[in-house]
């Protein structure tokens, strides 16, 4: 299964949210290039999800604009974003009484006209879809008596579905054993679309993604390539723990290994 949109250029252009009184995301500047997979890092709290949610219009930036290939993505019609840009929140689409096909069949929406079912085309495509996130057999179960995994999974197939040329995702390996986080992320980066994915694992981010960009309160404090950025002197900064960062002998990749019990460094909090 290949997109039906070409990949994106997503730009964020020195965005800011402001909420509660509270920066929760200052002036980020951060271009995706077409068919490019970037991760989203950082600590709790660091902004990861507000970034994303700026994209598909869950939270409107206080500052800054959100760009698909040039286009203010809010100043963009729904269904024409929708039809270019397919997201995975983190939050939990509501347990309400469908079945994981229907769930899944929400992604063919941009698609069609209003009020219109589903065609033959649809249906193979949800169907492919439930398949390639290996739940199938799940297509008639209720949503709301999945496992969190197999619910995470389907939220997955419902973007696959939506046939886009760009994904935000946000922590898409949450509650996914270890198989099905590598499938996943297998997954998206066979593609071929351009994604930006928030993910708590640096490891996996290292190992799946071009480059990772670290948030930390709300700022960018590196971007670049997963070796040029995961250093012992970042993780001890940004998430004050003592970790080693070698190259795995057989894939070169950078990987991770924090040592317990050992804190890094106090850090010291950002103004505003």
């Keep these: 299964m290949t997109p039906a949109d070409k990949p994106g250029a997503l730009q964020f252009e020195d965005v800011s949210v402001v909420a509660g009184g509270r920066t929760l995301v200052e002036r980020v500047s951060l271009t995706v290039a077409p068919g490019e997979v970037v991760a989203l890092a950082g600590p709790n709290g660091a902004g990861k999800s507000t970034l994303l949610r700026t994209c598909y219009r869950a939270l409107r930036p206080t500052s800054g604009r959100v760009r698909l290939d040039g286009e203010d993505v ?16 983190q939050e939990s689409t509501g347990d309400f009484e469908l079945s994981a096909y229907d769930v899944v069949a929400m992604g063919r929406t941009p698609h069609k006209r209003p009020f219109a079912g589903d065609d033959s085309d649809d249906r193979d495509i949800i169907m492919q879809s439930l398949d390639r996130l290996d739940i199938a057999g799940l297509a008639h179960a209720p949503f709301d008596r999945l496992s969190g995994g197999e619910k995470q999974r389907v939220l997955i197939a419902r973007a696959l579905a939506q046939r886009t040329g760009t994904m935000v995702l946000d922590e898409p390996t949450n509650h996914l054993d270890l198989r099905h986080q590598l499938d996943a992320l297998h997954l998206v980066r066979g593609l071929g679309v351009t994604a930006l994915i928030a993910l708590h694992d640096l490891n996996l981010a290292a190992a799946f993604c071009d480059r990772i960009c670290v948030l930390d309160g709300g700022r960018t404090v590196a971007v670049g390539p997963p070796a040029q950025v995961l250093t012992a002197e970042l993780l001890a900064e940004v998430y004050r723990v003592d970790a080693e960062v070698t190259e795995h002998p ?23």
């Design 74 to 89: 809010w100043r963009t019609p729904g269904r024409r974003l929708a039809r270019r840009l397919a997201a995975v929140p």
């Design 250 to 272: 057989r894939t070169g990749i950078p990987q991770i290994t924090v040592l317990p019990g050992r804190d890094g460094p106090e850090r010291s909090m950002p103004t505003n």
